[in-house]
């Protein structure tokens, strides 16, 4: 199978760096379409002569860069894993601006997970439709929450007197990790909860379809909301410390107009060394034992095990 190692952190990894590869944003139709059908006389033996691994494994890459492994059809570039990073940074560089008004945490707050709701939904499974009112509810309620908690904890930070100037500000830096991560996890249930009422298709070992499980879409949206928490750790964290050490060096006192494009870099690096670590925690196509699902799952295949799509 043309697949890799799917079962070990370090084969995830190698994986999903091939997905969150940004030249991928600018694979033209022509060769998304050839890429495509070179998988396709592969898997039914009618490759042509001279065709090599490496052309195969290029064409994957493509292939499960833009398009939903659920509906075969094309991801819109911001949305893609591989636009997570060049999208992303510009809305992170701006969450942890310093001296935030009430105003511009909220713009933040809001753009941020706007972005991350529709990854989200761009993402998911999508063996069953969703309503277009579901993704509006969903993300009206993943917004409101991450306002909310950003202002609230804003809010509390600067009612609090025991606090020096500089330590508010520190501490202000990363108000924006715990606004985000909670958040995230809203955003992913909410953005997803059709899920949890309708299920989501299992499939056995030929990819046949066996039955709609409800556990296993609650298993499904467990494990990516967790990415969510562990993704921003590095991204709204390491670049509060760096910067911190940074700005007090005498370039970056004396040049300040470098500060911005410095904070732009550290926060680049940082949201480019958490996406693939995050994502990697678990597979996207996860094995379950039928033993732990519905007993009609389990009465519907002779297989020990089936798999599903958890979305990313």
């Keep these: ?8 952190f370090s084969g995830r990894l190698r994986h999903y760096l091939d997905i969150i590869d940004p030249r991928t944003l600018f694979v033209t139709e022509v060769r998304l ?46 949305f893609r894993m591989s636009g997570y990073i060049p999208f992303g940074t510009p809305i992170v560089v701006g969450l942890l601006l310093p001296n935030q008004t009430l105003a511009s945490t909220v713009f933040w707050q ?21 309503p277009v009112s ?12 991450a306002v909310s908690i950003a202002v609230g904890l804003n809010v509390l930070i600067q009612k609090a007197n025991t606090f020096s100037p500089s330590t ?31 299920g989501i298709d299992v499939l056995d070992a ?15 949206l467990m494990e990516t909301a967790l990415t969510r ?15 911190s050490f940074l700005e007090k060096l005498p370039l970056l006192q004396t040049q300040r107009s470098l500060v911005l494009p410095v904070h732009s870099l550290v926060c680049l690096a940082a949201f480019g060394l958490a996406l693939p670590l995050a994502i990697s925690l678990f597979p996207q196509m996860s094995e379950v034992e039928v033993s732990k699902l519905e007993p009609e799952i389990a009465m519907a295949t002779t297989g020990r095990t089936v798999v599903y799509n958890k979305g990313l």
């Design 1 to 8: 199978m043309l697949t890799h190692k799917m079962g070990t």
């Design 206 to 220: 030929n990819g046949n379809a066996v039955g709609s499980s409800k556990i296993a879409a609650k298993r499904a």
């Design 33 to 78: 379409k050839e890429s495509v059908k070179l998988l396709e006389d592969y898997k039914h033996g009618t490759l042509p002569p001279g065709v090599s691994n490496t052309q195969l494994w290029e064409a994957q890459k493509i292939k499960q860069a833009i398009i939903h492994p659920d509906t075969q059809e094309k991801i819109l570039m911001p």
């Design 168 to 198: 508010r500000l520190l501490i202000q830096r990363f108000v924006p990790f715990p606004a985000v991560a909670s958040a995230n996890i809203c955003n992913v249930v909410l953005m997803r909860h059709s899920e949890l009422a309708e």
């Design 110 to 130: 809001w753009l941020n997970q706007s972005h991350n709701a529709c990854v989200n939904y761009a993402n998911r499974n999508a063996t069953k439709p969703t």
């Design 229 to 243: 928490v562990v993704l921003p750790m590095p991204i709204l964290v390491l670049p509060p410390l760096i910067m």
């Design 134 to 145: 579901k993704f509006i509810q969903g993300y009206l309620g993943a917004v409101t929450s």
